[in-house]
């Protein structure tokens, strides 16, 4: 089994290849897939994320459903994500140049439906983050929908995992769902 630090440069280095219009259309692909399950039907509030640059573009998403659910959005704290309402009108740059939005704390236990980003996922739907543990810390508090999001070719054979580890319900890329 390959080595997180490994697995994440490799990943990296793929993800540089792809293009602008790929990376719309694999959003919208995945933004497609997601409105299919039933669980996020059913959510009235879910915790999105503001991509980073190499990660699967989420504005798409944003835009579309801030019209019919109630968004959050993480906000990095110290060594924690805290979750805050979405509203394009009240964002500010935060931790990684990554835009945030201001105002209170929302409880993660009032979220209906989460999706995550990762570096690289499994066919048993475990997830490998940047290494930070924000996201574990973030989920191991909430028993919603849990769905990482990324590139087909995010998904590896095996991701090394650790009991603080948290797995995902679903795990869909611009060609499929698992």
């Known amino acids: 089994m390959k080595e997180k630090p490994k697995i994440r440069r490799e990943i990296r280095s793929e993800k540089l290849k792809i293009d602008e219009g790929y990376r719309y259309e694999a959003s919208l692909s995945v933004m497609n897939k997601i409105e299919s399950l039933k669980q996020f039907n059913e959510a009235k509030r879910v915790l999105l994320y503001n991509a980073l640059p190499d990660e699967l573009p989420t504005e798409c998403m944003l835009n579309r459903w801030s019209k019919d659910k109630e968004l959050f959005l993480p906000v990095v704290k110290g060594e924690e994500l805290v979750i805050k309402k ?89 060609r499929e769902i698992l």
């Open 86 to 174: 979405y509203s394009p009108e009240c964002m500010k740059v935060g931790a990684f140049g990554i835009k945030e939005p201001e105002g209170e704390e929302i409880n993660i236990d009032t979220i209906d439906f989460i999706i995550v980003p990762g570096v690289a996922f499994d066919r048993q739907h475990n997830r490998l983050g940047r290494g930070k543990g924000f996201y574990d810390r973030l989920l191991s508090q909430s028993k919603s929908c849990f769905v990482g999001i990324g590139y087909d070719i995010q998904i590896i054979d095996s991701v090394p995992t650790q009991p603080h580890d948290i797995k995902m319900n679903y795990i869909i890329t611009e």
